[in-house]
């Protein structure tokens, strides 16, 4: 609660977020509206929470009968019923039948007065809806004493000390009727029930608070099982946590594409491709990649019911009901027209707060195309893309691209994205085959292939590209391909294998030659030994003779 | 005409819109009204319930609960005409 102002709060999902507490506490607040936009509910759903916590409050109602109002509330689980037998809550009943009555002189509303007192002392009430005050000042025809009596009115409800909802038709091109009510209220609440091309949206905006900062775009609220919600979509910025932990896509091959494994946790991620191209397939591996981690995940699908996509997914054998039944996985069925563009991001936005989702799957974005206007599409996509980062939420969207074109997208999508993803299904030889090309992921190394992927019933598969002599080839030219090398490779591997063959004998043969040589020379060498042997016998003996013959010489001369 | 006639006025203490009122209808019954009328003045303030099981809003208000059906009139009744049109009380003249 910010400083200045006391707040009361009115237990409306959403109002009290965008007020920062709720309506001013003890003064008036003007709700105002046109016929069926759920200024009577915003006031019971006010008065019946304030009851139950603990401040009783006076129903004035100058239209309906006090049994109308409990009935019209039963629904919506309020027992007002039991809140005013238990004294919580008095219903006042002010009819005025202008037919009944006539002005004749000077007159003021000290009865209404009185009432408005008797009933807030019986129940000692801190809270008052007056619904609604046209019907009140309708039955008067004195404008000035009518319009001092407002300011008295409000004035009144103040020296109470009561927390006021008051209830007003709005006015030709004013807020109000009279054209007072709305200076006089320290807080205006205008509703509103568009109708734009076929689509119904409920807005709220909160026209004046003084005293206190507050919202102040049109927020869209929703009328449901539930009462009355606000549902406040605020742009966030880029102040968002990054992380650095990446998730697997649940296709291993496509994460062995991405240096680190993965896609990082809380990046939005869009897969773009023309019909058939496996995207929402794709977009299924991630969701039960995340549950299989056991973390939570949330489809929001705009063609298909939730049982389709189980179904679907068992042909290429994931089983996502299981994470159904356990309550990792939620599908969320609506078609675009449904709602309008706010009101879907609205939606998706309370369901995701609810469900607390670590990864969320829009599919296929370019359904909204179809239905609104791209600027606001892309508005819209940008506020989910900020909501669900700034969450720490991964997002996937998928897109159906209408051409094969490589780089445009219709709603601009690509800036907002961290990763991109292109399937393309290409005909080539008369047959169409799925191909995956990563055309951009921030922050992260990633292959540049475009890579075939099969979709199997074991999951999806990326093939490794054939890189041949006349580029990357896919489907049967690919395994047409890898049929002719194979074969290649074996009459080439035979080859080999005789060549091999052949060089061994020869090396035999070489080997043979030369040993039957080295023989020879030995043998020759041992010849070349005899006889230098016998030279050298014959050398010594022929010295030894002439010593001889020399000795016995001497002995006859001398 | 023996008809029971019944008028009420409601005032809220001693204002000078209810002074005023309860002044006029006094005249008015007197220059006006035979003594088949009843006539009252209650003061809201002395029980505030009445307001609301009578259905008062405005005060000072003239009611004329019989002869039926009932005819209201707010203000101070300072226009003697006006009021003797609104409670139809046949022609004045």
């Known amino acids: ?558 | 005409m023996n008809k029971p006639k019944e008028l009420t006025l409601y005032v809220a203490g001693q204002t000078p819109k209810s002074v005023a009122a309860i002044r006029n209808l006094e005249k008015i019954c007197a220059e006006h009204l035979d003594s088949s009328y009843v006539v009252k003045v209650v003061d809201l303030k002395e029980n505030p319930r009445l307001a609301r099981e009578h259905n008062i809003v405005a005060i000072p208000t003239l009611v004329r609960q019989l002869p039926v059906p009932i005819q209201k009139i707010i203000g101070d009744l300072s226009d003697t005409e006006k009021v003797l049109v609104h409670l139809q009380l046949g022609d004045p003249a």
């Open chain 1, 1 to 558: 609660m910010t400083a200045g102002i006391e707040k009361a709060l009115t237990g409306i999902e959403g109002f009290d977020d965008i007020t920062m507490g709720g309506l001013p506490r003890g003064r008036p607040t003007l709700v105002c509206g046109s016929a069926g936009c759920g200024k009577t509910l915003f006031a019971s759903t006010f008065l019946v929470n304030g009851a139950r916590a603990g401040e009783p409050g006076v129903f004035v109602t100058f239209e309906e009968r006090p049994s109308d109002i409990v009935d019209n509330v039963a629904s919506l689980g309020f027992e007002l019923d039991s809140l005013v037998e238990e004294e919580l809550i008095a219903i006042e009943h002010i009819a005025i039948d202008p037919s009944e009555l006539a002005e004749v002189g000077d007159y003021d509303l000290e009865g209404l007065f009185m009432r408005l007192e008797l009933a807030v002392e019986e129940v000692g009430a801190k809270r008052i809806v007056l619904d609604t005050i046209e019907s009140l000042f309708s039955a008067f025809q004195n404008p000035a004493i009518l319009r001092a009596e407002i300011r008295r009115l409000f004035d009144w409800l103040k020296d109470k000390g009561l927390t006021a909802v008051i209830t007003g038709e709005r006015g030709d091109g004013a807020l109000t009727r009279q054209g007072l009510e709305e200076y006089v209220s320290d807080c205006v609440i205008l509703l509103d029930h568009r109708v734009h091309n076929q689509i119904s949206t409920r807005r709220m905006r909160i026209v004046k608070y003084r005293g206190t900062p507050h919202g102040t775009n049109e927020y869209p609220f929703l009328i449901g099982e539930d009462g009355f919600s606000v549902l406040p979509v605020s742009s966030l910025g880029l102040e968002h946590q990054v992380y650095d932990e990446r998730l697997s896509s649940g296709i291993a091959d496509l994460d062995a594409m991405l240096t680190g494994g993965g896609f990082h946790r809380a990046s939005s991620i869009l897969f773009s491709g023309v019909a058939g191209a496996g995207k929402s397939s794709v977009a299924m591996c991630f969701v039960d990649a995340a549950c299989a981690r056991g973390e939570r995940a949330m489809v929001f699908s705009f063609e298909e019911s939730a049982d389709q996509i189980v179904r679907n997914m068992r042909s290429i054998g994931l089983d996502v009901a299981k994470w159904i039944d356990e309550g990792r996985l939620r599908c969320i069925s609506a078609r675009p027209t449904f709602y309008s563009l706010e009101m879907h991001l609205a939606i998706m936005v309370r369901e995701i707060s609810r469900f607390r989702p670590s990864l969320v799957v829009l599919d296929p974005i370019s359904a909204f195309l179809d239905s609104g206007e791209q600027l606001e599409v892309q508005a819209m996509l940008l506020r989910m893309v900020d909501y669900l980062k700034s969450n720490g939420i991964t997002g996937i969207f998928t897109n159906l691209a209408h051409d094969q074109t490589v780089g445009k997208t219709d709603a601009g999508l690509s800036s907002l994205m961290d990763a991109w993803l292109l399937l393309l299904n290409r005909e080539v030889n008369g047959e169409f085959n799925r191909e995956l090309y990563l055309l951009k992921a921030r922050g992260m190394a990633h292959s540049n292939q475009v890579r075939e992927f099969v979709m199997t019933e074991n999951g999806i598969r990326l093939l490794e590209p054939y890189l041949g002599a006349h580029g990357a080839l896919t489907g049967s030219a690919r395994r047409l391909a890898e049929a002719q090398d194979r074969r290649q490779e074996t009459s080439r591997r035979a080859e080999v294998m005789a060549l091999q063959d052949k060089v061994t004998q020869r090396r035999h043969r070489a080997e043979l030659e030369i040993a039957t040589l080295q023989a020879e020379v030995a043998a020759e060498e041992a010849e070349l030994r005899r006889l230098l042997k016998a030279e050298e016998d014959y050398r010594n003996q022929a010295a030894a003779d002439l010593a001889e013959l020399a000795a016995g010489r001497n002995a006859s001369g001398g």
